[in-house]
Antibody
Framework: EVQLVETGGGLIQPGGSLRLSCAASGFTVSSNYMSWVRQAPGKGLEWVSVIYSGGSTYYADSVKGRFTISRDNSKNTLYLQMNSLRAEDTAVYYC???????????WGQGTLVTVSS | EIVMTQSPATLSVSPGERATLSCRASQSVSSNLAWYQQKPGQAPRLLIYGASTRATGIPARFSGSGSGTEFTLTISSLQSEDFAVYYCQQYNNWPTFGQGTKVEIK
């Protein structure tokens, strides 16, 4: 069964850093495109970042220069390093396998990041 | 950025009735459009990709149509489990989502 499980969310102060993890099972992360998508409380969905199977990475303008997507092939896990966090980064962060060219299936259950003092 | 606009924001439908949801793109996205269903407290679930191809395990009562800038998701006969929020997403360029249509019980 294909499954994604995100961890690492929590309450963090503005300007702080947090690393999210997404453990995959039932498929190989490194052979797939993988994305992070976020959803602010009560709001819609926003694509954040993608890592291609070849290793290329891309980011939404709203997080470029602050967030870094990566993976650990030995752990079959996707990561999102988030630095210089802002209140507007508060959201549930989902990881998703990304079908070429760019739709998302399946999704993890999400992890909540709250940026507040 | 391609802006996706969904209408209506809320759709009130009785069980067994037909629901028609619309999605418009600010520029052509060809058939590079997906639809997702999201229930409270859950992750989105892929319903349709390529504007009209149902994802694995999605019931036949869900159908998608359209191309270019105008798209429609139709639920032929609403079941109790179909009351949720539905999002469209284009992937002709970097992915962007519509703001969602909430389908509620009338």
């Amino acid at each position: 069964e294909v499954q994604l499980v995100e961890t690492g969310g929590g309450l963090i102060q503005p300007g702080g850093s947090l690393r999210l993890s997404c453990a995959a099972s039932g498929f190989t992360v490194s052979s797939n495109y993988m994305s992070w998508v976020r959803q602010a409380p009560g709001k819609g969905l926003e694509w954040v970042s993608v890592i291609y199977s070849g290793g290329s990475t891309y980011y939404a303008d709203s997080v470029k220069g602050r967030f870094t997507i990566s993976r650990d092939n030995s752990k079959n896990t996707l990561y999102l390093q988030m630095n210089s966090l802002r209140a507007e980064d508060t959201a549930v962060y989902y990881c998703a396998r990304t079908q070429i060219p760019n739709w998302f299936d399946p999704w993890g259950q999400g992890t909540l990041v709250t940026v507040s003092s | 950025e391609i802006v996706m606009t969904q209408s209506p924001a809320t759709l009130s439908v009785s069980p067994g009735e037909r629901a028609t949801l619309s999605c418009r793109a600010s520029q052509s996205v060809s058939s590079n459009l997906a639809w997702y269903q999201q229930k409270p407290g859950q992750a989105p679930r892929l319903l349709i990709y390529g504007a009209s191809t149902r994802a694995t395990g999605i019931p036949a009562r869900f159908s998608g149509s359209g191309s270019g800038t105008e798209f429609t998701l139709t639920i032929s006969s609403l079941q109790s489990e179909d009351f949720a929020v539905y999002y469209c997403q284009q992937y002709n360029n970097w992915p962007t989502f519509g703001q969602g249509t909430k389908v509620e019980i009338k």
